[in-house]
């Protein structure tokens, strides 16, 4: 009997490809998911009409929020500054995807911007720029003139917290830093799972959900290898799989 390959609904993201408006998911996010067992499916901003919303969910057995070029929109947070890098159509699917995942139990892994978006629509806050606030010190933002490889690698250290479903892996781990956003005061309900160094959230979850987590580092470069990305991407197919144990 063939095994079953849990449905993972994918945000998609507003690109500009060859001067023309696209949907799209960077590639390594469908990747991981297949590797550990999912079948991935790209959700455009427009599945967030209701019609559409209703009938791609119903095929969905897991969510992913993954990272993006583009920030969470101020007014979603109650802030008032300028924001160069918006894509409204992404905050209102993966607002309305936060929704679902919390009432329905469903499954939900959320990387970088997807952490930054789980918190806001729990209640909590953001720093537009982590590096305008005393007391952060980690290199927690790439440096773009760099080559991929080097832009992803680990950067600091995080120190997981004790009783949280991280806690499971270890105490402490390595990872990579690729954000200017960064959470200010933890959504209601959320659980700081991990943090780094200098206090900024690295890793958050609704503990009465089943499985609702957030990293702000990129578990999917080094999916295949980091034990890290392992865990996580693991227990995420794991549960989405009890959905629909066929």
Not at 56 to 69: E, F
Not at 235 to 240: N, P, S, V, Y
């Amino acid at each position: 009997m063939q095994t079953y390959r849990p449905i993972i609904a994918i945000v998609s993201c507003h690109k500009m490809v060859d001067g023309q408006p696209a949907q799209a998911v960077y590639q390594k996010y469908v990747d991981a998911i297949n590797f550990y067992g999912g079948n991935p499916i790209l959700l455009p901003y427009t599945a967030a009409d209701s019609e559409n919303f209703a009938a791609l969910m119903d095929l969905a057995d897991g969510i992913l929020l993954t990272g993006s070029y583009s920030n969470v929109a101020p007014s979603r947070y109650g802030a008032s500054h300028v924001e160069a890098k918006q894509d409204l159509g992404r905050d209102e699917l993966s607002f309305k995807l936060l929704a679902y995942a919390e009432e329905f139990n469903i499954p939900l892994l959320a990387v970088c911007r997807g952490l930054q978006e789980m918190n806001v629509y729990f209640g909590g806050t953001l720093h537009p720029d982590w590096r305008e606030i005393e007391g952060f010190y980690e290199p927690h933002l790439e440096d773009n003139t760099q080559p991929l490889e080097v832009q992803y690698q680990p950067v600091h250290d995080i120190n997981i917290q004790m009783g949280g479903r991280l806690a499971a892996f270890d105490e402490q781990w390595y990872v990579n830093s690729l954000h200017k956003q960064a959470i200010n005061k933890v959504g209601e309900r959320l659980c700081v799972e991990a943090l780094a160094n200098d206090g900024l959230v690295e890793a958050i979850s609704l503990a009465e959900h089943r499985f609702m987590i957030g990293v702000q580092w990129h578990p999917e470069l080094n999916y295949a290898k980091d034990d890290m990305s392992k865990f996580l991407f693991t227990e995420f197919i794991q549960h989405a799989s009890q959905q629909n144990p066929q």
